[in-house]
């Protein structure tokens, strides 16, 4: 029996979602969350944020003003976050509106407080060690051994603010190339496949809802492809995994959609980070699920009972498009049984997430 988050008020269709970024994932929430009836205001330092283009209103604000967040939280009802790269502290000013919590932020956006954190739910992280200097980066190499992977404790996703060190050369170069930041040392490990768990979770007795494990390919740290139903290796260790990942949530309190990225190993599941928002291993959901995880976050951060989560098709695939990739929206767009998604962000840098398309098989 999944433990009941504490009670909220129902937040109604016709009121007002802020969401604080103005990316993609904030643009889907506004879609999902219109089809809802609730109208959305975005928050975000940037001239034009593509959540901009479909939403109600639009504030251009730093992330750390806290006047700003403040005069923001007069204006919705209820507040949400699209990624975890923002400073926790200001987002305070959003009071109890704010679901998921700042809790869930400042968790996920530190490397070595979510590795501590997650070993207090009795999740399995790789081997690892806090390092804030060269000496003691080369004392975790005598610990952990080689290879491992260094990876800044705040600001990296995509792959960025990593490096590997695989020989005692590389020592020196890896800390340099991380920016000498506070870092984990993380072991490398064996795995045979990376995926992903998702889940929502709403308060009161709405409980708590599981996807479809999907599995993960990625690319220079970039998600190129998730893949629904996963093989038999990612499968297995699907059970557990979601436990973990229940666990986690149980333990933040957490309203919302949350993700916890896995590898799948011999010994089993292997938490690699948590991410406590939609996420891009769920865009498949859209057309693969019955409810998206869109919906579902606007669901559980409103009150409302949540949706079924069961796949519509025998198989989905969802597959980004990176930097100029989206210039083939003609084919894609021709493609019978492909649903092409693109982003509107303007210029198609080498890395970015522009889009991406959806194939479900019935």
Same mark, same amino acid.
């Given at each position: 029996m999944t433990p009941a988050v504490s009670k909220v008020e129902v937040v109604a269709p016709g009121s007002i979602i802020g969401i604080v970024g103005g990316g993609q994932l904030g643009r889907m929430?506004?879609?999902?969350? %219109?089809?809802?009836? !609730? $109208?959305?205001h975005i928050f975000d330092p940037h001239e034009h944020p593509c959540a901009a283009d479909v939403a109600e209103a639009f504030t251009r604000g730093a992330f750390d003003d806290r006047a700003a967040l403040e005069r923001f939280a007069g /204006?919705?009802?209820?507040?949400?976050?699209?990624?975890?790269? *923002?400073?926790?502290?200001?987002?305070? %000013?959003?009071?109890?509106k704010l679901r998921p919590g700042v809790r869930s932020l400042a968790v996920a956006q530190d490397r070595a407080e979510e590795k501590s954190f997650i070993e207090s739910t009795g999740g399995r992280v790789a081997p690892w060690r806090s390092v804030a200097s060269l000496g003691?980066? /080369? %004392?975790?190499?005598?610990?952990? $051994?080689?290879?491992?992977?260094? $990876? =800044?404790? @705040? !600001?990296? !996703?995509?792959? $960025?603010?990593?490096?590997?060190? @695989? =020989?005692?050369?590389?020592?020196?170069?890896?800390?340099?190339?991380?920016?000498?930041?506070?870092?984990? +040392?993380?072991?490398?490990?064996?795995?045979?496949?990376?995926?992903?768990? *998702?889940?929502?979770?709403?308060?009161g007795e709405a409980g708590c809802v599981f996807w479809d494990v999907p599995?993960?390919?990625?690319?220079?740290g970039i998600l @190129?492809?998730?893949?629904?139903?996963?093989?038999? +290796? &990612?499968?297995?260790?699907?059970?557990?995994a979601q436990a973990m990942a229940l666990h986690i949530a149980e333990a933040l309190d957490h309203i919302?959609?949350?993700? &916890?990225?896995?590898? %799948?190993?011999?010994?089993?599941?292997?938490?690699?980070?948590?991410a406590p928002r939609v996420h891009n291993s769920g865009h498949w959901t859209i057309?693969?699920?019955?409810?998206?995880?869109?919906?579902?976050?606007?669901?559980?951060?409103?009150? *409302?009972? *949540?949706?079924?989560?069961?796949?519509?098709?025998?198989?989905?695939?969802?597959?980004?498009?990176?930097?100029?990739?989206?210039? @083939?929206?003609?084919?894609?767009?021709?493609?019978?049984g492909a649903r092409l998604h693109l982003y509107g962000k303007g210029e198609a840098r080498p890395g970015r997430k522009m889009g991406h398309v959806t194939r479900v098989v019935h």
């Open positions: 929430l506004a879609v999902a969350a %219109a089809r809802l009836g !609730y $109208k959305c /204006q919705v009802d209820v507040a949400t976050y699209e990624f975890e790269n *923002l400073p926790a502290e200001p987002l305070t %000013a959003l009071g109890p003691e980066v /080369q %004392a975790a190499v005598g610990e952990l $051994k080689l290879p491992l992977v260094l $990876k =800044t404790r @705040r !600001y990296g !996703y995509d792959g $960025k603010g990593q490096a590997w060190i @695989r =020989t005692w050369q590389d020592v020196a170069a890896a800390w340099d190339a991380i920016g000498r930041e506070p870092a984990i +040392a993380e072991a490398g490990i064996e795995f045979t496949a990376e995926f992903s768990v *998702l889940l929502a979770r709403a308060p599995e993960n390919v990625h690319e220079d @190129r492809r998730s893949i629904v139903p996963a093989s038999p +290796a &990612v499968l297995g260790q699907a059970e557990p919302g959609v949350l993700t &916890v990225e896995f590898f %799948a190993t011999p010994s089993g599941p292997l938490v690699n980070e948590i057309e693969g699920a019955v409810t998206s995880q869109f919906e579902q976050h606007v669901r559980a951060i409103c009150g *409302l009972p *949540l949706g079924s989560s069961d796949r519509t098709g025998a198989s989905v695939t969802m597959d980004n498009l990176i930097g100029d990739e989206a210039s @083939r929206w003609p084919e894609l767009g021709a493609e019978p």
